[in-house]
């Protein structure tokens, strides 16, 4: 039988050590953690629960232990003589650098040249390398540990960074300049499922401290939405004035002037309310206004196709509020154009207000803004609050090309439902909006599943 004891790092290390000395059939009799990692003690044709092989290990790791002893011993002695003789061969080189020294002063003060200052043949000419008195001994576990731990963070590093990416990029390649951490990718999704723009959405989430709580910092990314959107002055509409709204067919132009030209009848009366139409274009496009005008008993005037309405908004001064309604066209339309530039050429007496129903698409409202930023826009208006499922589309067109919001209307009834806009009731709609259709979703795929469960059961 052959008992050894092996002490290495760590458990890995020690059994390989013990398969390359003894071989694959050895036998680990006990292992510990000692200073230097841990200690194994491995035997070859070992049979336990015999008392005369017991015996035979416990002699065999005293012997062991006593060889080991006897070789430090014999170390130490060498080692002492060798750092004297290293100490004392310094300080034989100094006492020789230091007459050599003095020897050229004196030669150059006594006028004698450089290559006749005498010198000590016997000296080196460069002192003996030096070695530390006690040389320090690194274990292998340390270098091991600290392999290891430098590698372990590069690639918790490496992890994190690979996350991160696809946490906020979202497996899309129109993303793949948008560095942003965990956190941030999560705001933004959020961002995301109100509908905001994903410029906004950016602006939003680089703007958030990376150190809050993911709710903290949702609260506080409400608030700077909130901030971020701009809104008009309330009682524009009261104070009288001059007001053209513009927008794409069926936003809500003509119900929102029938709203507005109501609400101030009722307080300064009918002769204080004019009402205009640039709609020359479609059939029977006048009968709305006509019925509001007449129920009101208001002046309605019609500006015919190219026509010249600043002379219209001349003969109207002497009215506190005049509403122009325009023809919702396409940009395609050839008719587009000769509105748009009466519009213009009414000056900036005639506030422009974009008509955006929330119920429309966010590109088709920014296509719409695109199409009437050329009038000259004041401001917007928001229609059909009561319609839609996502605010974020027409909050996002607002803040982006800071467009201030007038006015909002929730239904059809007249003159009720118009209101002045308020940035943080819209901001926590838009939230509830948002909570609200993903918890219908969730909803949904949960029946889906259990239908799916449900005929996977009766073997549909």
């Not at 705001?187 to 993911?214: F, K, Y």
């Not at 509105?339 to 409202?365: D, E, F, N, Y």
């Not at 928001?382 to 996002?396: N, V, Y």
Request: proline share 4%.
């Amino acid at each position: 039988m052959k008992v050894k004891r092996f002490t290495a790092a760590n458990m890995q290390q020690a059994l390989r050590m013990v398969s390359q000395e003894l071989g694959a059939d050895a036998v680990i009799l006990s292992s510990k953690k000692v200073t230097a990692g841990i200690e194994v003690v491995a035997a070859l044709d070992y049979q336990s629960g015999n008392a005369q092989h017991t015996a035979e290990v416990d002699r065999q790791l005293r012997l062991q232990q006593e060889l080991e002893a006897a070789k430090v011993a014999s170390r130490e002695p060498q080692t002492v003589a060798k750092r004297d003789e290293r100490r004392e061969e310094r300080e034989a080189y100094a006492r020789r650098a230091d007459v050599s020294s003095r020897d050229g002063l004196s030669a150059v003060l006594s006028g004698l040249k450089k290559d006749t200052l005498p010198q000590d043949r016997s000296a080196p000419l460069m002192p003996p390398e030096s070695e530390p008195e006690e040389p320090v001994l690194r274990r292998a576990s340390d270098c091991d540990e600290s392999w290891y731990s430098n590698a372990l963070a590069q690639m918790t590093g490496e992890l994190r960074e690979l996350k991160d990416w696809m946490v906020s990029h979202q497996g899309s390649a129109w993303d793949s300049r948008r560095p942003l951490t965990w956190q941030q990718s999560q705001l933004w999704q959020r961002c995301q499922d109100v509908g905001l723009e994903p410029a906004w959405a950016d602006r939003i989430t680089s703007r958030l401290d990376a150190n809050l709580d993911l709710d903290d910092a949702w609260a506080r990314a409400l608030k700077l939405i909130a901030g971020d959107l701009p809104i008009a002055p309330t009682g524009m509409i009261e104070r009288g004035g001059m007001f053209a709204l513009v927008g794409p067919t069926g936003a809500g132009k003509t119900t929102t002037i029938g709203k507005l030209a109501a609400q101030f009848v009722i307080r300064n009366g009918a002769d204080s309310v004019a009402l205009v139409t640039l709609d020359n274009y479609r059939v029977a496009a006048h009968d709305q206004l006509k019925t509001f005008s007449r129920i009101l008993g208001v002046a309605m005037h019609t500006v015919p196709a190219g026509g010249d309405l600043g002379k219209v908004l001349d003969g109207l001064k002497g009215k506190k509020l005049v509403l122009v309604d325009s023809a919702g066209l396409g940009s395609q339309d050839p008719h587009f154009g000769v509105q748009l530039s009466m519009l213009k050429k009414a000056g900036a007496r005639l506030r422009k207000l974009l008509v955006l129903p929330l119920t429309s698409q966010g590109r088709c409202l920014q296509e719409n803004y695109e199409h009437f930023k050329a009038a000259g826009l004041t401001g917007c208006v928001f229609t059909k609050l009561d319609e839609c499922f996502s605010l974020g589309p027409a909050l996002s067109v607002a803040a982006l090309t800071h467009l201030p919001v007038t006015l909002v209307t929730d239904g059809p009834h007249i003159p009720d439902d118009v209101h002045y806009p308020d940035a943080v009731k819209l901001v926590s709609l838009a939230e509830q909006m948002a909570r609200m259709a993903r918890t219908r979703w969730q909803a949904a795929e949960a029946m889906n599943f259990a239908n799916q469960q449900s005929g996977i059961q009766h073997g549909a």
